[in-house]
């Protein structure tokens, strides 16, 4: 291996080679039997997660801890460009030496990455939205088809993989104005799941499948019961807010083969902010739910936080591992949740095996009960909880700071597993802020921002963590502090490595057993969006989108020396 070869590509950033193939007649299809088993062409990252499981590890090992010193910007691609300061929060997809990748506005790219030292843009497929959402995570690859979510209106979408032509189109609107699609679709067998998103805009959220060949709509299912169905008793107020209730699905699930069963996080209830106007559980939100692809059947849920009241949703990446507990081989899923605890439980049932903190300044509960997984301080008898009674804003105390914030530590930005290590890898952030349940505060005092039920406030400096985590334990094994926030997630490698971005420009590698700094560029626009890897010719690259949402932009405002920073997607 020649490692003055490394190459790193940004905008659709890329790592690695060089030579070119001829362009062939017509692209393999992608069959199920191939994402089933994406681990056989570790050149290609063919789904959201790189396989069923959500891991986001590759075993490329190409680019490694002697090798990453090497690393150089191989090229960039230009996207977007409608709106100025465009966010990119989508992986890129890349199937032989070709990346599918999608912008803001929905518009789909197919991308010819084979050079290694340009990136050319083959087709672009616009769906012609009629205003933007806030972000759009990515695309899917089933058969000879590109398969992408649009918004306004809600719609999925196949794209012929050759010539970006739409082959179909299904519009999934329902009653309310304000439901989107930003979740990236996943192929499962003949199906595209998708969820709902709009869930804080008082959107009662759902998932859906649809049939992979016509794009018609088998079935769907709501995440928050209407009355008289399974649920709804915890649904107490008569408000009828179940009707607008939230429970949003906006990142992509995982799929375990041998269960058939596909598993997917659900948002926080809605009002975010103000328990009171929603009294109970508010089932199903902040839950895991693993429902049957064939069906839309739940088999089994698991609510985190009951009646949340601070926006700790749980969308999140639930990801497949196989462990041994008590000498007994299992199969799990674990979960770095947002509210600051890491939750391992049983793949077949949601039981817990663990759930322990990753972060150490939580202030919301004083933990969390091994047996249930609930809050220690859950009250089933109680409408509103008021858990650990430090962060939750009340009639005679409206103003609570709460740690994590209502960003987390972990949300939509993903985790990655190594097997290798057999370590969690989790992109926290570190921040309390201040919150309350009067709607009018940002009214009364400069610095708030309003959010559904009150507001909060941003008191603290927005910095994070690289944390890694015994999954199976829940022990914090190694803990890296970090000067920016990291909106992005991680990445875990076969070359022993763990790849980051940050708010900053800065995008980082990490050894994955000490996480000592191997490697790092900044390249001046700060990132939303996940590392990704690939190779062709030979070449292992990195490639990962800039251009950070406005709720990353958002922690900026007690980062002084990033507050005129802006995008390069104009």
């Not at 993989?161 to 179909?168: L, Q």
């Not at 103000?274 to 839309?296: E, F, H, K, M, Q």
């Not at 609930?374 to 709460?402: C, F, H, M, R, W």
Request: aromatic share 10%.
């Amino acid at each position: 291996m020649t490692t003055n070869h490394n190459r790193l590509i940004s905008k659709a950033a890329l790592l690695a080679g060089i030579a070119l193939t001829a362009w062939p007649v017509l692209a393999a299809e992608v069959t199920s039997q191939r994402l089933i088993n994406a681990d056989k062409e570790p050149q290609n990252w063919l789904m959201n997660h790189r396989t069923y499981d959500g891991q986001r590890f590759s075993p490329l090992d190409q680019i490694n801890k002697t090798s990453v010193k090497n690393l150089k910007l191989a090229y960039a691609v230009a996207l977007g460009g409608t709106s100025a300061n465009e966010n990119l929060e989508a992986t890129p997809l890349v199937e032989d030496g070709f990346m599918y990748m999608v912008d803001l506005w929905g518009i789909v790219y197919k991308i010819d990455v084979r050079s290694g030292d340009a990136g050319r843009i083959v087709w672009r497929m616009n769906p012609k939205q009629e205003k933007v959402a806030n972000a759009n995570r990515g695309v899917a690859l089933w058969g000879n088809y590109v398969i992408s979510g649009a918004s306004y209106p809600p719609r999925i979408i196949a794209s012929d993989k050759d010539s970006g032509k739409i082959v179909w189109e299904t519009n999934l609107s329902t009653d309310q104005a304000e439901v989107a699609i930003t979740a990236a679709p996943l192929a499962v067998k003949d199906k595209i799941i998708v969820g709902a998103s709009g869930g804080d805009r008082g959107v009662r959220d759902f998932i859906a499948g649809l049939d992979a060949a016509t794009g018609k709509r088998l079935w769907l299912q709501y995440t928050i019961p209407a009355p008289g169905e399974p649920g709804s008793e915890t649904w107490k107020d008569k408000n009828n807010a179940w009707q607008t209730g939230g429970g949003a699905v906006w990142v992509t699930g995982t799929y375990d083969v041998a269960s058939n069963q596909t598993i997917w996080g659900t948002g926080n209830p809605v009002p975010m902010m103000d328990a009171r106007v929603r009294p109970g559980d508010n089932l199903y939100t902040n839950s895991a739910i693993s429902w049957d692809p064939d069906s839309g059947k739940m088999n089994w849920y698991f609510q985190f936080t009951p009646g949340d009241m601070w926006d700790f949703d749980e969308v999140g990446t639930h990801i497949l591992i196989d462990g041994t507990v008590d000498g007994q081989p299992r199969n799990l899923i674990t979960h770095s949740a947002r509210n600051g605890f890491v939750y391992t439980m049983e793949r077949s049932n949601g039981q817990i095996v663990v759930a322990k903190p990753y972060m150490d300044n939580i202030n919301w509960t004083k933990g969390i009960d091994q047996k249930t997984g609930k809050p220690l301080d859950y009250d089933p008898g109680k409408d509103i909880q008021s858990y650990s009674g430090l962060a939750n804003p009340t009639a005679d105390n409206p103003i609570k700071k709460v740690c994590p914030n209502r960003t987390g530590g972990n949300n939509y930005w993903p985790s990655s597993y190594s097997p290798r290590t057999k370590l969690l890898y989790i992109p926290v952030l570190t921040a309390c802020e201040t919150v309350t349940n009067d709607k009018d505060m940002p009214k009364k005092e400069a610095g708030w921002y309003a959010r559904t039920g009150g507001a909060y406030k941003a008191d603290e400096r927005y910095e994070s963590n690289l944390t890694a985590v015994d999954p199976l334990t829940g022990e914090v094994k190694k803990n890296l502090h970090l000067p920016y926030p990291n909106y992005s997630g991680t990445l875990a490698t076969g070359g022993g490595l763990v790849f980051v971005g940050l708010l900053d420009g800065t995008v980082a590698a990490y050894d994955d057993s000490t996480l000592e700094e191997m490697w790092k560029i900044n390249v001046g626009s700060g990132f939303a969006a996940p590392p990704m890897t690939f190779a062709v010719n030979g070449k292992q690259y990195l490639a990962i989108a800039a251009g950070p949402s406005s709720a990353a932009q958002s922690k900026l405002v007690n980062t002084p020396e990033l507050k005129e920073q802006r995008n390069a997607t104009v």
